[in-house]
């Protein structure tokens, strides 16, 4: 799938940035692991604190204490400080809960809000994977819906 993104963000003329928490990462490599990429990728965040979501991203602190930082409200307020702060095409960001610890019943282990802005909109998806997946692969298929979820919203326009 990563090679389908790339091939429509070189044929779109398009740049994408990231910022990432949960996958800590894993998707800007992922978006660099092809060739080319210099040509799409512009500038990428880990904000895995909320101290950086907020400073960098500029997530409101009132979103971090109410809705918290795995929330479709973080995960959307992300994509739009990711866009205000790179001037990128395609803002992509994810939020969740890889672990095997840190999870609660509201908001379980396994949990993420991958969201993106494109043409103005954000898009918010809520992914949910059994919580018993270890760790790495956890990061490894939220960055990999990731990289599907901007996949369908770029073919689709």
Known sequence: MIKKLAKLLLEKKLVISTAESCTGGLLSSMLTDVSGS???VKLNFVTYANEAKHKILNVSLKTLENQGAVSEECAHEM??????????DIALCTTGIAGPTGGTKEKPVG????SCRYQGI?????????????RTEMKKLFAEHAIEFAYNILSSN
């Open 38 to 40: 210099s040509e799409y």
């Open 111 to 114: 949990l993420c809000y991958i």
């Open 79 to 88: 994509a739009e400080g990711l866009f205000n702060k790179t001037g990128c």
């Open 122 to 134: 954000i898009h918010v998806k809520k992914v949910l994977l059994n919580p018993d997946i270890e």
